[in-house]
């Protein structure tokens, strides 16, 4: 710890002491801050600031002891101040020892504001002073607030669509039954449970733009029929399906109909007109593959943003899609190589129906 002068404390200097002089690789306590990616604040017991860690140059942009007798609190955020003090307070004050990780914005020295997140100590040194651990997470919450300004415009769109669709529905419902009723036949029934389907998926573009991504009615449902059905779902051209498991899941089933068709779909898509798609099993979840031209590792990790698309004619959301169904199930999704060099999408974290 420091004292008032900002010179090392005895009790540092006497820790120090107690490294083992033999082990060459020992770190001198004093230094150990040079190693540190995070940064270290002590304060005195009114708050002023006797000590910042090397770090403060890359996270602030302050010289190391720019801010040496300032109080702390006057380079707080003005809206966030009040509650990171009282997050302070209630650490110091605690009956028991109690960590309280607190985000908030600190002025830089350009005068901007960066987010970080601290963790003061609970107890005092025997000199009386506060250690406080500050990591930057400006790059984390910046990431948060372009996911969130997505989602909005994203809610946006799924209104739009699902209020635009509701008419020219109801019309070609209409139209079924007259034609029903002039000429039966049975291809009416795949148009209306095809009508019907899209009735489903309207509404739950509505019911994600309300209650966000969640599942609402899980069942049992057998991978094996689920997946020929989805099949015969898609315009398929001269693609081919293969089935590889007798497995059963526990899923929202119009959730996992969408996921499993916009894989399907993506794999007509990329690939040649006869692409061969195979549904198989995994240890803890399943598999969708092709043997079309994969996906380059660099790009991934992008494949899922809303948007994106390599396809001349793809929208850029069946993917994103995709994610947002394997999120609401709490799966994990990952894309790797296909046995023969195709994309390999691997669905895991599944609950498996015992059989």
């Given at each position: 710890m420091v004292d008032d002068s900002g010179s090392q404390s005895p009790s540092t200097s006497d820790a120090n002491a107690n490294i083992d002089s033999n082990t060459d690789a020992a770190v001198p306590l004093e230094e150990i801050p040079l190693h540190s990616t995070n940064l270290l604040t002590v304060l005195d017991a009114d708050g002023a600031i006797a000590y910042e860690s090397p770090s403060i140059e890359r996270i602030y942009g302050y010289d190391q002891d720019a801010l040496v007798g300032d109080a702390v609190r006057d380079y707080f955020h003005p809206d966030d101040?009040?509650?990171?003090?009282?997050?302070?307070?209630?650490?110091?004050?605690?009956?028991?020892?109690?960590?309280?990780?607190?985000?908030?914005?600190?002025?830089?020295?350009?005068?901007?504001?960066?987010?970080?997140?601290?963790?003061?100590?609970?107890?005092?040194?025997p000199?009386?002073?506060?250690?406080v651990n500050t990591r930057d997470v400006s790059e984390r919450r910046q990431r948060e607030q372009?996911?969130?300004?997505?989602?909005?415009?994203?809610?946006?769109?799924?209104?739009?669509?699902?209020?635009?669709?509701?008419?020219?529905?109801?019309?070609?419902?209409?139209?079924?039954e007259l034609a029903e009723a002039e000429a039966p036949s049975d291809h009416h029934e795949s148009i209306e449970d095809a009508l019907a389907r899209m009735e489903k998926l309207v509404s739950g573009l509505l019911t994600d733009t309300r209650d966000g991504d969640r599942t609402t009615e899980v069942e049992t449902i057998d991978l094996a029929d689920l997946g020929e059905t989805c099949w015969n779902n898609v315009a398929t051209a001269?693609?081919?399906?293969?089935?590889?498991?007798?497995?059963?899941?526990?899923?929202?089933?119009?959730?996992?109909?969408?996921?499993?068709e916009n894989l399907y779909r993506n794999a007509v898509e990329h690939g040649d007109h006869d692409v061969s798609v195979t549904l198989g099993s995994l240890q803890s979840g399943f598999y969708i593959e092709d043997e079309g031209e994969g996906i380059p590792p660099e790009?991934?990790?992008?494949v899922?943003?809303?948007?994106?698309?390599?396809?001349?004619e793809g929208t850029g959301f069946g993917l994103h899609i995709v994610q947002r169904v394997a999120d609401a199930h709490r799966w994990s999704l990952r894309v790797v190589d296909g046995t023969t060099g195709g994309a390999r999408f691997e669905i895991t974290d599944v609950e498996f129906v015992s059989e």
């Open positions: 101040r009040e509650r990171v003090v009282d997050a302070f307070r209630r650490v110091v004050e605690s009956d028991i020892h109690t960590v309280e990780p607190v985000e908030y914005r600190h002025l830089r020295a350009d005068g901007s504001y960066t987010w970080v997140e601290s963790v003061a100590s609970a107890d005092p040194t000199e009386g002073y506060y250690v372009n996911r969130k300004r997505t989602n909005e415009r994203l809610a946006e769109f799924a209104s739009v669509v699902a209020h635009d669709l509701r008419n020219p529905l109801s019309v070609a419902q209409g139209y079924l001269d693609a081919t399906l293969t089935i590889e498991t007798n497995r059963s899941i526990r899923a929202d089933r119009l959730r996992f109909q969408q996921l499993l790009e991934r990790n992008r899922f943003d809303p948007g994106y698309s390599t396809a001349s």
